[in-house]
């Protein structure tokens, strides 16, 4: 690796259910607006910026275009990617790790109220074999937890324990959009949208805004308060048939962990991690993350649940923020993950820290049922 | 053997939005409908009156701070005349010019009606710095096209 | 930095025609670029997806329809969309996947079926700010028209001028066996040519072509393993503007619609970062994006290439001519093809051609150095790429 990236500053903006009162470009302005004050840098002295958006769910074919003046790009060096909000991340970071740009902004936002979402979500199938079916977030990934549920046979009460502990960990959230937690019995008793997954096994859709500043090592000094640094990253995507991939695995997470790993020098994520943010698309996929990342073996995922492992004081607290269960910012859920990160490895997470968290690992990711994946390692200082 | 004929496969998108305006927007919108008077916003720091309103000045990344009512006479800065139409786009021909209002420091997009457009006659009836005045509709709504230009 | 080497270029023809899909277009320009580099995808670390608005395919998030067709399947991959611009912003963006030290061999792919929809400047309507300026029949057309309204008004180009721009690049066009346009006009047959937005008219414009482009990029180190005598990426540069066009008018603008100071400084930044001291003599070849015969004046200007009082005096001498001393889209330009996704990775790719050696007809001798750029939104964000022979 290059030279080392820092995160010296995370902002979000409360999820919600709705921001009527703003436009998006005005959300995403006086998110980006409060990151930089916050962080103390005048806009003249950002090298650029990085932003991830998604067209259709915002309604504006070209995303960046009107959005040039929120995300603070005027006459600045401003990408934007449509892949993935956390792949806003990850250029930033090899941008920095080039040596070409030093100080830069990463964001991304959904400001999904304003949209039809099942819509939105069924246009993002191809016209000619998928679309007709009608395939969206909810039911890929119910074939992915149908299809897991049918190799492993798991503990429906251990499904429903993610969900428990997820929205149980946000009440510790001031950010998060859903501050209720439901009791297991709750969980277990609600009704199947698409089985297997209940209406508690799959995120809310929530609008919000995330904003990261990067910096190489040299800048990074500058700044007074604590530093996540960089020390693995990783992505990948796998094809985009289903029908042609291992529905009860997360192949292409696995192969970002790998990447990220090995770049972090991480053998044991379970011993070398002290936190994980984890972008679970269902309570399921929560348990089939512990797996992909090699936190358990295939099949064991459930354990890391009935012995309390992944628990606020279990070994490896794993979405201490809520994660997506409790604030799904549909497309920008990658980047907020990885925020989550860098606030744990900061101390900076309030009551939902973690205690003496110095390294922690974040994963986002997307299309259907998986397809694409990263891994984010972080280190304090 | 047969030759097989390629065939395709029609789609339509039909996605209705509903896009939060805000208060900067919903502020503009209702002084046009209710009172026949167009806004901007100025910026404290480059003290522009930006019009279109908008709630920060991208320049120079700070709020906007108040109202300010512009004029309805103004100067083109800018304009073309479409000939071609495109589907979902009006019947050509039909002008669209950029016009600095009186008052404002920023050109807003409109209509310009009232002439009549033969592909030879464009730059005779209008060019860069042509003086125009703002028509309102007398049913308005609350929405652009609730006011166009006219030569003055 | 790392040394970026340009190791492989895969170009479609492009049409009108629209009897495949996109992914076979994806996977045409794949394989072309395989070929070229006379590698296998085994050797490609990460994709680059270049694909602008995915509405004009009909696919939302298409990139990851396209995952299978361009062999990114366990492979990382990313998408790149500003507007126009996107093919020079994904080829930036694979240049910092090697020169990070991340990755050592990236492939930059994309294509367009502009013809797919029907409604393209429907949904280039749709680029529009929903509250204040969608309501207007705005597209890539009449916001260009504006910009010719402007630069008539500031420098006295006429539609004479803009013609012998399209007359220039449509000669070249022929040369270039991937053109989609290969016909040559002459003035009187641009002046002569159908009104669409004044004064743009029908053989100012691009044509809405279908085809795919791809590149691949490699660490410095390996050039020795590709066949092609290496092209070196030396110079990036990057900038957007103001979203609203009407703040580029008026006594307080800080910027003119008729020109786009934002090319300027994203071709400074790529010069300085290239070392170059003296473009105008340092850089031979120039394949400046240019939807419309009138974008192609300001480009030049604004990237230097002449002074702003120049440009049409160096027009009518020939100056930009493709055996001029000063030749400009030697290709034939976005005036012959613009698959809109990837046209402007074709400026860069054919910078590097000539860079190269390697542009057959439209060859321009001696070329060291070559300057490639992009635009995109309505007209704001601006790329540009230096290519050179040497590190
Ligand atoms: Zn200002």
């Known amino acids: 690796m290059s030279g080392a990236v820092g995160i010296v500053g995370v902002h979000q903006e409360p999820y919600g259910e709705n921001y009527s009162e703003s436009t998006l470009e ?21 090298s650029n910026i990085v932003t991830a958006s998604s067209d259709v769910t915002d309604g504006r074919a070209i995303s960046n275009m009107v959005m040039a003046g929120s995300t603070a790009s005027y006459f600045k060096d401003s990408i934007n990617l ?3 909000s956390e792949h806003s991340f990850l250029l930033a970071a090899m941008q920095i790790m080039s040596g070409l740009r030093d100080l ?102 929530s609008d919000g805004v995330c904003v990261l500043l990067l910096a190489s090592e040299e800048r990074a000094r500058v700044f007074d308060g604590p530093v996540a640094w960089v020390r693995g990253m990783g992505w990948a995507t796998g094809g985009y048939w289903m029908g042609e991939r291992d529905l009860t695995k997360l192949p292409s997470l696995e192969a970002a962990a790998k990447k990220a790993y090995a770049m972090a020098g991480i053998e044991d994520p379970l011993e070398q991690f002290d936190a994980a943010e984890l972008h679970e698309a269902s309570s399921y996929n929560e348990i089939m993350q512990y797996e992909a990342l090699g936190f358990a073996e295939y099949g064991a995922g459930e354990e890391l649940i009935s012995e309390g492992v992944t628990l606020p004081e279990g070994k ?19 980047l907020v993950q990885v925020a989550e990160a860098a606030l744990q490895v900061t101390g900076r997470a309030g009551e939902r820290q973690v205690e003496g968290a110095r390294r922690a690992l974040a994963t986002a990711q997307q299309g259907f049922a998986t397809q694409g994946a990263s891994v984010v390692c972080l280190e304090g200082e | 053997m047969k030759q097989e004929s390629l065939t395709t496969l029609q789609e339509h998108w039909d996605i209705t939005y509903n896009h939060a305006l805000g208060e900067t927007g919903s502020h503009f919108y209702n002084a046009l409908r209710d009172e026949g008077k167009i806004l901007g916003r100025r910026c404290p720091a480059c003290e522009r009156v930006l019009l279109p309103p908008r709630p920060f000045c991208d320049r120079d990344f700070v709020d906007t701070t108040d109202w300010v009512e512009v004029g309805t006479e103004g100067r083109v800065e800018a304009f073309t005349v479409v000939f071609q139409s495109f589907r979902g786009l009006p019947e050509a021909p039909y002008c669209i010019a950029y016009v600095l209002l009186d008052g404002a420091d920023t050109a807003v997009l409109n209509y310009v009606r009232g002439i009549d457009w033969t592909p030879g006659n464009v730059p005779q009836n209008i060019g860069v710095g042509t003086r125009v005045k703002v028509a309102f509709a007398e049913e308005r709504e609350g929405r652009m096209t609730d006011f166009w230009f006219e030569k003055a | 930095m790392r040394e970026v080497a340009i190791a492989g270029i895969g170009q479609t023809k492009y049409s009108g025609l629209t009897d495949q899909s996109y992914p076979e277009l994806v996977r045409a320009a794949t394989k072309t670029v395989l070929e070229d580099a006379e590698t296998t995808i085994d050797s490609v670390d990460a994709v680059v997806v270049s694909m602008a608005p995915d509405a004009i395919i009909g696919v939302s998030h298409g990139e990851r329809w396209i995952v299978d067709a361009c062999g990114a399947a366990g492979k990382p991959m990313m998408r790149v969309h500003t507007g126009g611009a996107t093919g020079i912003s994904a080829v930036q963006v694979a240049a910092y996947h090697v020169a990070s030290g991340m990755y050592d061999t990236v492939m930059v792919v994309g294509a367009d079926r502009v013809g797919e929809s029907g409604d393209a400047q429907t949904i280039l309507n749709r680029i529009w ?19 010719a309204v402007r630069f008539m008004e500031k420098y006295g180009m006429t539609e004479e001028h803009m013609a012998a721009v399209s007359v220039k690049d449509h000669k070249n066009g022929c040369k270039n066996p991937y053109a989609h346009v290969q016909k040559e006009f002459t003035v009187e047959d641009v002046l002569g040519s159908r009104m669409i937005s004044w004064p743009i008219k029908l053989y100012d414009s691009c044509p809405s072509s279908s085809g795919g482009a791809a590149m691949i990029l490699t660490a410095g180190e390996n050039v020795g393993r590709f066949p092609h005598k290496p092209a070196y990426i030396r110079g990036l540069g990057h900038a957007s503007e103001t979203y609203w066009m009407g703040d580029r008018m008026g006594p307080k603008k800080e910027v003119d619609h008729a020109d786009s100071p934002a090319l300027t400084q994203a071709a400074y930044a790529a010069y300085k970062m290239a070392g170059i001291q003296d473009h105008r003599r340092e850089i031979q070849a120039w394949e400046l994006y240019a939807p419309f015969s009138n974008i192609e004046l300001h480009a030049i200007q604004d990237v230097g290439l002449c002074e702003p009082d120049e440009t049409l005096k160096l027009l009518e001498d020939g100056a930009f001519d493709i055996d001029g001393d000063r030749p400009v889209n030697p ?32 060859q321009i001798d001696g070329v060291k150095t070559a300057l490639a750029t992009g635009i995109g939104g309505d007209h704001q964000h601006f790329g540009a790429v230096v290519v050179g022979d040497g590190r």
């Open chain 3, 331 to 362: 290709s034939g330009g976005v005036l012959c093809a613009n698959p809109i996704s990837v046209t402007a990775m074709v400026r860069v790719a054919e910078a590097a051609l000539q860079v190269q050696g390697r542009a057959g007809e439209h």
């Open chain 1, 82 to 84: 449509s892949s993935a």
């Open chain 1, 104 to 205: 830069t902004l990463a964001i991304s936002w959904s400001k999904v109220s304003e949209s039809p979402v099942d819509v939105v979500q069924r246009v993002a199938s191809e016209p000619y074999f998928t679309r007709p079916i009608g395939i969206n977030a909810m039911t890929s990934y119910a074939l992915q937890a149908s299809a897991y549920e049918q190799a492993y046979g798991p503990d429906r009460n251990l499904i429903s324990r993610v969900v428990v502990k997820n929205r149980r960990n946000a009440l510790d959230n001031p950010l998060a959009h859903l501050r209720e937690a439901p009791t297991l019995e709750q969980v277990n008793e609600s009704a199947p949208l698409s089985w297997p997954l209940t209406e508690y096994d799959l995120p809310p859709y």
């Open chain 3, 129 to 147: 700010d929903p509250f204040y300026e969608r309501a207007m029949p705005l597209n890539t057309i009449t916001m260009l028209a504006f910009q």
């Open chain 1, 316 to 334: 490896l607290p794993v979405n201490r923020s809520g994660g997506a269960l409790s604030s799904n910012p549909a497309f920008a859920s990658g």
């Open chain 1, 26 to 46: 005005e959300m995403v302005f006086r998110a980006t607006r409060r990151l930089l004050e916050e962080a103390g840098v005048e806009r003249e002295e950002l």
